[in-house]
């Protein structure tokens, strides 16, 4: 479980996963690619919520409620100092 830890874990491309020892809350961190087009933000979003559901599924934990949100790395801005 300690792998799993806010605090421990460590972020992969593949996803990383971290939640509370209750796991009432967690949160999926992953990079998804798609082709660009006009539904890429919501084909994204289901690459990434598939993502979590095969992260839970591992674990053996359920789920409900899920909540996603996307964020397109292209549109991230880097402050170098």
Same mark, same amino acid.
């Given at each position: %479980?300690? &792998? !799993? @830890?806010?605090?421990? /874990? =460590?972020?992969?491309?593949?996803?990383?996963?971290?939640?509370?020892?209750?796991?009432?809350?967690? /949160?999926?961190?992953? #990079? +998804?690619?798609?082709?660009?087009? *006009?539904?890429? &933000?919501?084909?994204?979003?289901? =690459?990434?919520?598939? #993502? $979590?559901?095969? !992260?839970?599924?591992?674990?053996? $934990?359920? !789920?409900?409620?899920?909540?996603?949100?996307?964020?397109? %790395? @292209?549109? +991230?801005? *880097?402050?170098?100092?």
């Amino acid at each position: %479980m300690a &792998a !799993h @830890d806010i605090f421990d /874990s =460590a972020f992969t491309e593949a996803g990383s996963l971290t939640y509370e020892k209750s796991l009432s809350a967690f /949160s999926v961190r992953v #990079v +998804v690619q798609v082709e660009p087009g *006009i539904d890429e &933000a919501a084909d994204a979003q289901t =690459a990434g919520e598939l #993502v $979590a559901l095969e !992260h839970l599924d591992a674990l053996g $934990a359920g !789920h409900r409620n899920l909540r996603s949100t996307v964020t397109c %790395m @292209d549109d +991230v801005k *880097i402050r170098r100092r």
